[in-house]
Nanobody, 122 residues
């Protein structure tokens, strides 16, 4: 399986926006997809997930109302639109397909890529 590739991170001031992209391929392009993040000194945590059809989305409480996950299956790409960013959103962001298929089961595949760094300054 080809590892999904994250991109779009950067440095932004608090209140700003970023859009992350996750390019998928092969079997993973037909799976539900999740976004996760790991802040310095903390464990990796769930951020958002989306079913393959895009009809179901899930968010961590900490990002509800600020982040939006969506996908373009014609481009095999999943996006995370992040608005009203806060310093506590600073982390390396990773995408990962669902282990089992088109619905989000809550279990990522588990082979993690490099991620993309998001840094939010006060």
């Amino acid at each position: 399986q080809v590892q999904p590739a994250e991109s779009g991170g950067g440095l932004v001031q608090a209140g700003g926006s970023l859009r992350l992209s996750c390019a998928t391929s092969g079997t993973f392009s037909t799976h539900a997809m999740g976004w996760f993040r790991r802040a310095p000194g903390k464990d990796r945590e769930f951020v958002a997930a989306i079913s393959w059809s895009g009809g179901s989305t899930y968010y961590a409480d900490s990002v509800k109302g600020r982040f939006t996950i969506f996908r373009d299956n014609a481009k095999n790409t999943v996006y995370l639109q992040m608005n009203n960013l806060k310093p506590e959103d600073t982390a390396v962001y990773y995408c990962n397909p669902d282990r089992y298929g088109r619905s989000w089961s809550g279990t990522p595949f588990g082979s993690w890529g490099q991620g993309t760094q998001v840094t939010v300054s006060p």
